[in-house]
Structure formats: C-alpha cells, structure tokens
C-alpha cells in the first residue's frame, strides 16, 4: 500500500515534523522500541481530532473508558485524549502494561488495538497453555492486518530505499516544548506575554476546549520551539492574581450551581474549587466569584467554534420544541446548558442554543466518518449523537428521510470536533 501511495508521506509531512520527534524520543527515554512511536500514524495519521465513530479521539484512539483508566481528563475545560504529551505518556504506559502481561512486543500492540481480554482468549483457544505468537492467533481481522501495517511502516522507515520510498526529511529534534503556567491562565493573556497569538497557543494545545488552561492542571502549555527562549520568565512574571480575570456575581433567587455555570461561560467544579463549596448548596444574596475571560470570546478559537445565542424559555417550552425551532439536536441543548432530558425549564429561565453565532472556516475542525447503522438507530439518535442535523445527514447521503434506515446501511458523516468532549 505504501509504494503505492507515494503522496502518502508526503502529505503527512507537516505532522510528522510535528508530532514524530517527540514521540521517538519519548519511547527511547522509556527504554521501549521506537517502532512503537509509529502506532500514531496507524491510529491517526498524526492528527490529534482523529476520531471514530466508536468514540476513540486523539493521537492514540483513546476510548472514554480507556482514557479514565489512565488519567487522561475529559471535562468542560479539555479532553487530555487530544493532549500530544499526556495521550503519548498514557499510550506508552498501556503498551507497557500489555508487554509486561504477554511477554511480546507484537502481542501488546494486538492487544492495544483488539484489548487484552481478545488477546488472551485467543491464546487459550490456541492452546499449548495458553501460549501462541500472533502468528498463530486467530484475531479479528482488524487487528490481524494492524500488526503488519506497524511493521511495514517500520521496514520502510527503517530502510526506504530498499522499496523505493522517498520520505520527507524530518527533524529529530522536538518541534514544541511545555512551559510552567504554575495555575490556571486565560490563553489571552499568555498569548501577550509570549508576544504571540491565541491562535498560535490553540493550535499546539489541541486537547483545550475553553479560554483557558484547566483549573485543575496540568499547568502547563505546550509551545513551538520558536517561541522557547524566555518564555518561561516571561511567564513566570505573571502575577498570580492576574493569569485569569475573575468577576463577583450576586446569587440570585432561584440559582444554582449549574445555571451559574451556563450563564457566565465555565462549570460547576469550577465554582466549587474557586469558592470552596463542599457541596452544590448556594444561597440568595451571597455571592460568588467567577473566572472570566480578559478578551472577546470572538478572540478564543476553541470558543468561536461553538458560538452560543441566549434564548428565555417562554412557557409551553421544551427542549423538544426549542431543539425543532433553532434546528439543532436535543443532545447538543442539553450539554450546552447541563441539563438532562426530564429537567424542569422554568419560564424567564436563560438557555444557551449552541452553533448560533457565526464561525469561520478556519475556526471548525471538521472529520469526515463513515458510520454503520445499528439496530434501532434513526436520523435523529445519529444526528444527537454526533452533534449534526438530520437534514444535514440527508443531504449528505442523498437519503429519502421518509424511509427507515436499515442495520448494517453505511453513511457519511462530516463532524466538526473542536472542542467536543
């Protein structure tokens, strides 16, 4: 596939010098093959939105249960799984992990694509004691072509002329480091002191949903090579008190926690730790402060990716008929504005219609994805579970949407990713 596709490098050249390196020598720092640092390209192609229909996101296709297992965060403010340094670290501690449980390099990494519990009962159904090369496994057909695709990749990197390759001259040496931001800090404001762009800082921090780095950390920021000399001072001269802006908001009759949150743009944890809350009991007139952003959210590209509209709930209202109204799907109502699907709206109550304001194109992250209908899907649990319109999905399958869908029916899906949890 690869002497047949001789683009294929060539096109990926610009991730390549930008992930690779790191990759390398991150596996070299841990003592494990560096063939290894290849799996990304398998996975993802290098690209930290990757995504599958089955949920996997990042570098490395971490499922949400997966990426729980080994601390890779997903909340309002990032998801760690499109995190170039913690998704490496967490890929590299799996491989680890599996090669300790099976003694063999190309097993771990068929047990990283198919799970240890696939693995493992293929050896037993091997027998001989439950022993067997992945030579001699009976796996699913995914991960028995996964193994190979690894070591042709390898063989030609390894050797490229031999197969007449031309690959891209690529720089051994890391394309970004991580400075200290010691707490929380608005992207705006590290922008200015590292004299660059909000877009530059979002653009190697992938794994950002928000304004900001998370409350909870790491704190850090990942940056270009060519922004290192200083930076660090330059951040550390950052007073404590002014890497995030915060504003005071009165309780009012009514509050809570979660309409706090949705109303001023941040989530309830959040609250909880900057206010020191133990629990989700707020009181009327007592007052509570609230990180803000220090630029126009139109200035935050991980923002302006899903500019929102304010909407009162009149009465009669619904998250059903605002959803139909505004064409947008129920799920994306409900993780706008935190609520669940037999919560009660109140009439004056302020909700959050998301992909309302505009957005350029430079601004969406959008994947193609090939779905398979299930038994029991229809356009509307799709276009929920994806985040897109049903009108959308039928236009781009050229569907007739008075006909039901069949299991097994394949369709195209076009996903943008930004900020996604």
């Known amino acids: 596939w690869l002497q047949g596709h001789p683009t294929y490098f060539e096109r990926l050249a610009p991730r390549l010098q930008k992930y690779l390196p790191h990759l390398q020598k991150s596996a070299a720092e841990r003592g494990i093959p560096s063939e290894l640092a290849l799996l990304a390209i398998i996975e993802s192609a290098l690209d930290p939105y990757a995504f599958s229909p089955g949920g996997a996101a990042g570098l490395w296709q971490f499922i949400p249960a997966t990426a729980q297992r080994f601390g890779l965060q997903r909340d309002w403010w990032q998801d760690a799984r499109r995190d170039p340094i913690a998704s490496t670290e967490a890929a590299f501690d799996y491989l680890e992990i599996l090669h300790r449980q099976f003694d063999d390099w190309l097993l771990a990494v068929a047990a990283y694509n198919a799970g240890e519990g696939a693995v493992s009962r293929a050896r037993k159904r091997h027998g001989r004691g439950g022993t067997g090369s992945f030579w001699e496994l009976r796996l699913p057909r995914e991960t028995s072509t996964y193994v190979p695709r690894l070591l042709a990749l390898s063989a030609v990197v390894a050797d490229p002329q031999a197969y007449g390759i031309q690959l891209p001259e690529i720089s051994v040496e890391r394309a970004f480091i991580q400075v ?183 601004q969406n992250v959008v994947r193609s994805v090939k779905y398979r209908v299930r038994k029991g899907d229809s356009l509307s649990l799709i276009a929920g579970k994806f985040s897109v319109q049903v009108h959308d999905i039928v236009r781009w399958n050229e569907l007739d949407d008075s006909k039901y869908l069949q299991p097994g029916q394949s369709l195209q899906l076009h996903v943008n990713l930004a900020g996604a949890d």
């Open 180 to 362: 200290s931001t010691h707490s929380q800090i608005d992207l705006a404001k590290a922008a200015q002191a590292l004299e660059t762009d909000v877009d530059t800082l979002t653009l190697w921090n992938p794994h950002l949903n928000q304004w900001a780095t998370p409350p909870k950390g790491p704190h850090r920021l990942i940056i270009p090579v060519g922004l290192a000399d200083g930076a660090q001072l330059s951040l550390n001269a950052i007073p404590a008190a002014e890497r995030v802006a915060w504003q005071r908001v009165e309780i009012r009759s009514g509050d809570t926690l979660s309409t706090i949150a949705v109303r001023y743009g941040t989530d309830v944890a959040t609250l909880q730790k900057v206010n020191e809350l133990r629990n989700h009991t707020i009181r009327a007139g007592h007052a509570l402060l609230i990180p803000k952003p220090s630029a126009d959210l139109s200035a935050y590209p991980a923002q302006a990716r899903h500019q929102k509209a304010d909407y009162t709930i009149k009465p009669g209202d619904s998250l059903w008929t605002i959803s139909r109204e505004y064409d947008v799907s129920m799920a994306s109502l409900m993780k706008a504005n935190h609520v669940g699907p037999t919560d009660v709206l109140r009439v004056g109550q302020k909700i959050r219609i998301p992909g309302a304001g505009p957005a350029t194109k430079s």
